[in-house]
């Protein structure tokens, strides 16, 4: 008998089946799919390879194998190491989509193009959208909110959530601003992070978390239960806490 489980974790109904992982689809899956068969072209091994879809709607990836961390981190998601290959590997996965992303349409993602265009943006870059293999981080999935953007635009996003640049007292928390800020430049560093780029850095952290907050909104109004109840618990007071928090300790995370 093929084994089959919900997988938790997500806003997303998800199946796994055997060794395949079943997922709605949306008007922007074909967008993400052909992303998907790109990076399978260039042998990028760290995301899931696309199967088809079912009659019902559902596309057919990989089930990358792993440890997936939700908040509160576990161990291994907060070591060093985990840090470091996730920092390495949004950088192998920006280089691998950068010539896609010359000639890839700028619609018909789930979210608009953003200039100038560099690279596929995944859009979600967080340890509960990575696979761990031990304590090294080995995959990435999850690419609803993929679109063409600036590398900075993921970077941001993902130094915020792998520093991560939370507010001490928040579930989400580790360490103090002076432990935050070393595990951001060594997540910048390792990522091989631009001196442009580095300087706008700590702005576009700022930004990227008013927009996810505008999104969260948008998506409540126009009926998405899971953006209403992430609404109701809350979550959109801590990103925008976490932007104060940034903004107030900015010389600390410069770099």
């Given at each position: ?14 199946v796994?089946?055997?060794d395949?992982?079943?997922r709605?689809?949306?008007p ?34 990989d ?8 908040f ?60 761990l ?56 560093d ?14 576009t ?15 409540a ?30 010389s600390?995370?410069?770099?």
């Open positions: 008998m093929i084994e089959r489980e919900t997988l938790t974790g997500g806003i997303n109904e998800v796994r089946i055997g395949k992982v079943h709605p689809t949306g922007w899956s074909p967008r993400v799919h052909d992303l998907l068969r790109h990076l399978a072209s260039t042998g990028f091994t760290g995301a899931p390879r696309f199967h088809g879809v079912t009659e019902d709607g559902y596309e057919i990836l089930f990358l194998p792993g440890e997936v961390s939700n509160p981190l576990i161990p291994a998601a907060v070591s060093v190491p985990a840090l470091v290959s996730a920092a390495e590997l949004l950088r192998a996965y920006h280089d691998a989509t950068a010539g896609f992303a010359r000639s890839a349409p700028r619609d018909g993602w789930q979210l608009p193009a953003l200039d100038p265009v560099e690279v596929i943006c995944h859009g979600d870059y967080a340890p509960y959208n990575c696979v293999d031990g304590d090294r981080t080995a995959g990435v999935f999850d690419f609803d909110h993929a679109r063409p953007g600036p590398r900075l635009w993921d970077v941001a996003y993902a130094a915020y959530r792998w520093a991560p640049l939370t507010a001490p007292g928040s579930t989400d928390a580790l360490g103090d601003p002076a432990e935050q800020a070393a595990r951001l430049r060594l997540f910048c390792r990522y091989a992070l631009d001196a442009l780029s580095r300087a706008a850095l700590i702005d952290v700022v930004v990227r978390l008013h927009t996810m907050v505008d999104f969260m909104r948008a998506q109004a126009a009926g998405n239960a899971a953006f209403a109840g992430h609404l109701a618990a809350g979550h959109h007071l801590q990103y925008l806490g976490d932007a104060d928090y940034v903004q107030t300790h900015r600390t995370f410069s770099v």
